[in-house]
């Protein structure tokens, strides 16, 4: 059974970090691709970075600069850092492995970062 299990998830203040973990179990998760997607209140479910299995990355505009994603595939294991937060990143975030023609999702994590 796949399973993407997120953490790291809470409230912290605009200017703060978090990190984000996504614990892999099921798959292999080095020859798929990563990536984290986040869902605001309200809006419509947005990518917010991938990284490929080569190590690859690709980020939305809107956290170039302040996120970093990275993988571990020792431990099977993908993180989002994040930096200088804004009230706009509050959003619940989703990990997702897709590859091999499979796409898997986790559960998700909420993010809430106050002005």
């Known amino acids: 059974q796949v399973q993407l299990v997120e953490s790291g998830g809470g409230l912290v203040q605009a200017g703060g970090s978090l990190r984000l973990s996504c614990a892999v179990s099921?798959?292999?998760?080095?020859?798929?691709?990563m990536a984290w997607h986040r869902q605001p209140p309200g809006k419509q479910r947005e990518l917010v970075a991938r990284i490929t299995s080569g190590g690859s990355t690709v980020y939305t505009d809107s956290v170039k600069g302040r996120f970093t994603i990275s993988r571990d595939n020792a431990k099977n294991t993908v993180y989002l850092q994040m930096n200088s937060l804004k009230p706009e990143d509050t959003a619940v975030y989703y990990c997702?492995?897709?590859?091999?023609?499979?796409?898997?999702w986790g559960q998700g994590t909420q993010v809430t970062v106050s002005s």
């Open positions: 997702n492995a897709f590859g091999n023609r499979s796409d898997y």
């Open positions: 099921g798959i292999i998760s080095r020859v798929y691709t």
